[in-house]
């Protein structure tokens, strides 16, 4: 190849180069302007097609993360149980018996900074629970349960936010009660595909539903297993964990630890061991 064709190459690989680097930049995982906009369309043709709208429904609620959220934020849906079902919302709306107020808890997902956004898509399902290991670097997906007051007005305040410690394979939301003490908390249900089971984070409501709530952690793989239990008889659910023993055909229960919530501390603790203690 004589000189002349080598410098042409060169240059020519050198503006595709760039050219994909600018096609990059301005995609909408990394371009905050179009990925807003995108959203915006989309929930402007879901208006069209709504037959009914109802006062702080999803859609509004969408608009509004769209509006006071940074980009990259979403709230989430729940997992599809079947191939036909139509996809739900992570939203569970509440009324306060004594306040009459009117609430909706949510499942909510940020972006990461400095780093491209994530997509509901890819955090949802068995799939899902392995992102933190994918190579292809879809983005660090901060969840969060946070609550939404929906005033007279039609417009929403946000009462509290609290973290959820995973990063994908979300599953389903869900409003339950704890029957030993009557205490009603909402269920975050993820799959994890590592333990070959799923976890549970509970958000326990012990007192005034504006206050934040509780967070406990419960699991169940094939080897893992946390439970909820009543330990050392006050209005914090405490819980065990379950210790298993394998061998080549076999896993069976080897034993039970019990950890309870100690309020100085603010941690859990056992009596098995003043050295091992979980934060949730």
Known sequence: MKKFEIILVVIT?????????ESITNSAELSAAKEKA????NIELAKEQSNTRNVCDTLALEEYILE?????????????????EVPKKAVIYYEDKCSRNKYIFTCIVKSKECERFVEPNNLIGYDASFINLDSTKLGTALFYLTLFECNKDESFRRVWEKSVPSQ??????????????????????FIDGII????????????DIEMK???IETYQGIGHRRTLAEINDDIIPDYYEYRFRHNENTISVRDSIPFYWDIKKCLY???????WFRKY
């Open 196 to 207: 070959s089971g799923n976890r549970n984070y509970n958000y326990f409501i012990l007192d």
């Open 38 to 41: 995108i959203r915006k369309h």
């Open 269 to 275: 603790v056992t009596k098995v061991n003043k050295k």
């Open 168 to 189: 994908g394979g979300f599953n389903t939301i869900k409003l339950k009660r704890w029957k030993p003490r009557n205490i009603e908390y909402i269920e975050l249900n």
């Open 13 to 21: 690989l050198f503006f595709l180069a760039c050219g994909d680097e």
């Open 68 to 84: 006071h959220y940074p980009a990259g934020t979403h709230l989430m849906r729940m997992n599809k149980t079947s191939i036909y």
């Open 213 to 215: 709530p509780h967070l």
